[in-house]
């Protein structure tokens, strides 16, 4: 099990899918892009960058579901996901 909270000096499976379209990650969160919109976050989120009030997420979980997602990249303490109509979304 790798959703703990120790940190590991090796790498380590996060999730395994052939429909992996984009992973980006910032201090301390990474959101992962799945092929039919689904956008996918883990790791801290002491600034909110998943909206879920600060809470620390240690295992992968759907963040967003949605087709006209094309873009979903991180900042250092914050999350930008881009629709197809140039809608741009921002959390952290």
């Given amino acids: 099990d790798r959703g703990d909270s120790e940190f590991f000096s090796s790498p380590q499976l996060v999730m395994y899918d052939k429909t992996l379209k984009q992973v980006s990650s910032g201090y301390y969160h990474t959101l992962i892009l799945k092929e039919e919109g689904e956008v996918w976050g883990f790791g801290g989120a002491a600034e909110n960058q998943f909206k879920n009030g600060g809470k ?7 963040l967003l579901k949605d087709a006209s997602i094309r873009a979903a990249v991180c900042g ?17």
């Fill in 56 to 62: 620390r997420e240690p295992k992968p979980f759907l």
């Fill in 76 to 92: 250092g303490f914050y999350s930008l996901i881009l629709r197809d109509n140039d809608l741009l979304l921002l959390t952290g």
